[in-house]
Every structure is written in C-alpha cells, then in structure tokens.
C-alpha cells in the first residue's frame, strides 16, 4: 500500500470513527477541549504506525485504546495537584485493556450528549454550528473554513473559544433530563437546519447554494433519527432536509445562477430524496396521530408537509396552494414567525389571486422583524409582476436587490427588476 | 456521495449455514452505520430460487426462474452509504468481510462496491 493510500485510507477511518470515540472519551474523561484532543493524538499515532503496520483489524477499537492511554498521561501529570485526576487515571487504567466493543452499548447516548454539548445553550448560534461541524460531523478545521468562505485561522480561533466558554460553563458531563432535555433536543435540531438553510440559500457570497453544507445538516438528521427514533419533530426536521434538497440541483443552471421555483425542471429533482422524505414524514405522522386526534404537529412536521406538497405537485399550477397556505397558518400559530407570515402571503397569492396575496402583506409591512428583510419587497415584486403592475414591480426588486447580501441573488434580482421594468413600458405603449 | 455496496458470495454456503453470532455482529454493523450517518439502506436478499432474470439475446426477451444456473458470485445483500470519499466506502466494505472473517470460518465472498450517479 502507498504512503498516499495508506494516508487517505487513515483519513477513511477517522470520518466513520472519530464522532464515536470523541462521544465516547467525552464521557470517559469529563472533559470536551481533552476528549477531543486525545483523539487527535491517537490518529496522529496511526498516521505513525499504520503504514508500517497496516491498518488493523477493528482500527476503531486501536484508536479508542491510544486515546484512553493517552488520558491517563495527562491525568497523571495532573495528579500531583489534583485528586479528581488521580481517581480518573486509577479507574481509566483499570478499564483501557476491557473489551473495545464493551462501549457499543453507550454509542447512541455518547453521540446524543455530544451533540447537546455543541449545542450547549451558553455557545452562541455560530459557535454551535462550527463546533457541530467539527466534533459530531467530523469535519475538519479547513473543511468548516472552506464551507463559510471563512479563513481557517477564524474557524480555529472560533473552536477554542467555544470549547473554552464550554469549560467555563462546565458543559461537558451534564445529562439533560425531562423538560431540559426536550428545550435542549429543540435546540439541536435549530442548529442543524440553520446549518441545512446556510447551505440551501447561503445568505452571503458568490454562491446561492453550498451543497456541502446541506449534505452535512442531511447527514446529521439521519444521524439523530437514529438516536431519538420516536421523536416526531426529530423526524420532521430529517424529512424536511430531504425533501428541500431534492431540490438542489434544479435551484442553479450550469453557471451557479438560480432558478426559482416557477421555472425548475422538476425532472432534475432527486426522487429518491422525496421518496425517502416522504416516508421520514409518514413516520412523523403516525408518531404525532398515536398522541391522539387533537395532537397538532409541530413545526417541523409542518414546514415538512409543506415541502411534501411541493414535492407531490407536477408543476407549480399543480400545487395546492391553499393547503400549503393552510399549513403556514398553523406554523404561524405554532411558532409566531413573521417570515412564516411572509410565505403565507406566498401561498395565497397562488391560491387566492395576487390581491389576496398583497393584503396580507400589507398588514405585514411594518413588522420591525421584517424590516431590511429583502424577500418582503421580493415576494411584494412578484405579486405586482403577476397584477401587470410591471413598474411598481421593477422598483421592489431593486429595493430587494439592494439589500441582499448573495451575489447570485442580487444578480437575479436585477434581472427581474429589468424584466418587470421592460414588461411595464409594453403594457403602457400597447 | 453515495454508494451501492454489493455483496457478492457462493449462495450454495458450501462452509454450512450463517452461525448466530454472524447476524448479531451484522446488526451492530448496521447500528453503527445508522450512528455515524453513513448507511442509507440495507437488505438481505433470498436465494435466486425466489429470483427471476429476464434477458435480452439475439433480439428475443426471455424470462428465466430462478435458482441461477450460476451459483457462484451471486448478490447476496446490499447497502447503499452516504460518505464523504471512495475510501470511506472501501474501508465499511473491508469491515463487513472482517465480520466474516471473525465469525463465519471459511465463508469466501466479495464487496463490489459502485458509486451511484448524481446531479
């Protein structure tokens, strides 16, 4: 085996192993900043000896075996000051030579509170991705960097804050329970679809998509469907994710412009995505029917319904529109959202006429949450567009243009200003 | 990206039948697939006996039952992954024939392992 292949077939084992053992020595040594680290001296002691030796028969196990002797150095050192790290390199000698497959039976509730720590209440929403993206994903520092076209040394710097401020808040052992945990699950499941959403229309840069990212958020859904399988929120958020990005490839041409809904060939959305969304969503609905006939869904069981609609429909005029305008109502009720709002106003224009659109946007125009959100004068544009008001038209787009922060989208935007500006002035001179 | 991963072996089981121990460690293959992501979908499949192939030879379609004259090399079960490079799939390949290795003695196969087209 080459030096190369040895290399990326290292790099191999560490992206299917290294969630399983940070999760694991995390509960091992009570400490995320040193589980972490360890881990990275055990792969780094593979780069070392497994092209020599070849790569072993269970490498997940020779990897969790140089972590755990590696913890017990640290700790010993420690030991001269500290008691608690006496008691833990005692107790983590004991254990380092049992059997390696003994862990498998904690992996589900490792991997959970791994996740509650990334996600930590006391991190900041930038700090719980990254952190997600680096210790449950397995990606590393210049992967993270590469997907937020951020220098990598900001990513680095970003990761160690976290871990510090998670040090400080001692994060690391906690076990959420009951009415805690539910918030806590809610919030993990926040941070992976803001990390889906950054992917599915990154809101700043060249690009209007980052499928990389999305294929990460997707990943980490399954992930927990595997963890909390009877969760329908937990479900939803996995079938949303998929159902939105069966849409990936047809939301961009060849030249990374977007197409918006209206113009997508529907043949270029990935089936099997749907289909495996739809039937995420089906399991979501049972779980929410057994709680009983007045049991509402939540939000993401309804935002994935939603999409399901889209998913279903042949063409847009195919839709319908006024269940989709139905369910935005009820995820309005649930979550109090204006941009919730702001996509009903959407639906009803299709279902109802672009007046009926209009007035509900009105009535939304001075929200302060929606103030400088350039999707209002967008969906305000298109409503005029399809009223043949192709002047007032013109005018939002370039208000909506001005205040996007994607290239791609500013792009489009102006585009459409043009169009609904030349579409005015046919409609005056005929 | 994603892969079909195809696992190829003698359906006669010249070395006998699967031992217990061999599905239990399959299941926690899978478990551990679910855990960290990658697996998609996996499954068994029965005997060609249940099996048809259908055939296209000198302009004639024809549909033939199974058990496959052919025993050897045939697809046994399959798993579709979601990871993030060939390797990747390469190594959860070796790990399933390391499975065989520690728990059914003599059993000989092989993963074929095919990346599915996308976008």
Request: proline letters at 5%; aromatic letters at 4%.
């Amino acid at each position: 085996m080459g030096d190369e292949t040895t290399r990326a077939a290292i790099e191999a084992v560490w992206r299917l192993e290294s969630t399983r053992l940070i999760a694991a020595l995390v509960r091992i040594v009570r400490d995320v900043a040193l589980a972490e680290d360890v881990a990275q001296d055990a792969i780094v002691a593979a780069l070392a000896a497994w092209p020599a030796t070849g790569i072993p028969d269970n490498p997940g196990a020779w990897l969790m075996t140089t972590a755990k002797r590696r913890a017990i150095d640290v700790f010993r050192a420690r030991a001269r000051h500290d008691q608690a790290a006496a008691r833990l390199a005692h107790d983590l000698a004991e254990s380092v030579d049992e059997d390696p497959t003994a862990g498998i039976d904690h992996v589900e509730d490792d991997v959970l509170r791994l996740m509650f720590i990334c996600c930590h209440p006391a991190l900041t929403p930038e700090a719980q991705t990254t952190l997600t993206l680096k210790l449950v994903a397995g990606l590393s520092t210049r992967e993270i960097a590469r997907a937020y076209l951020a220098p990598e040394a900001t990513v680095a710097q970003r990761v160690s804050r976290a871990k510090r401020t998670l040090a400080e808040a001692g994060a690391a052992i906690e076990e959420p329970s009951g009415d805690e945990r539910a918030e806590r699950l809610g919030t993990v499941l926040g941070v992976v679809y803001l990390l889906f959403n950054e992917g599915y229309s990154a809101t700043e840069g060249e690009d209007w998509t980052r499928p990389a990212l999305c294929d990460e958020a997707v990943r980490l859904g399954r992930i927990l469907t595997a963890l909390v399988p009877g969760d329908p929120e937990v479900l939803g958020l996995a079938a949303l994710m998929e159902l939105q990005s069966s849409r990936l490839a047809a939301r961009a041409d060849a030249d990374g412009e977007p197409i918006l809904l209206d113009a997508q060939d529907r043949e270029r959305w990935d089936a099997t995505r749907i289909r495996r969304g739809l039937e995420l969503l089906a399991r979501a609905d049972a779980l929410v029917a057994a709680d009983g006939p007045d049991a509402e869904p939540g939000p993401n069981v309804l935002q994935a319904s939603i999409a399901a609609e889209h998913a279903r429909a042949t063409s847009v005029d195919d839709t319908d529109w006024a269940r989709i305008a139905a369910l935005y109502e009820r995820l309005g009720r649930r979550t109090g959202s204006p941009v919730v709002e702001l996509n009903r106003a959407v639906a009803l224009g299709r279902a109802n006429g672009p007046e009926a659109g209009l007035a509900l946007l009105d009535q939304l125009a001075d929200l302060p949450a929606l103030r400088g959100y350039h999707l209002v004068p967008s969906v305000r544009g298109d409503l005029y567009e399809r009223l043949g008001r192709g002047e007032e038209a013109a005018g939002e787009f370039e208000r909506a243009a001005a205040m996007t922060s994607n290239a791609r989208e500013r792009a489009l935007l102006s585009r459409r200003a043009r169009a609904a500006r030349d579409a005015g002035a046919r409609g005056h001179s005929s | 990206m994603r892969f079909l991963c195809m696992v190829k072996m003698d359906e006669t089981n010249p070395q006998g039948d699967p031992p217990p121990e061999l599905y239990q460690a399959m299941a926690e293959y899978d478990r551990e697939g679910r855990v960290n992501g990658t697996l998609i979908d996996s499954q068994g499949l029965l005997p060609s006996a249940a099996g048809a192939i259908v055939s296209l030879a000198d302009g004639r379609i024809k549909a033939t039952d199974g058990p496959f004259a052919e025993a050897k090399e045939l697809v046994g079960g399959y798993a579709v992954v979601d990871v993030h490079s060939r390797e990747e799939a390469v190594e959860l390949g070796r790990r399933l024939m390391q499975i065989h290795v520690d728990h059914w003695p003599g059993w000989e196969g092989s993963v074929e392992i095919r990346q599915i087209a996308e976008y």
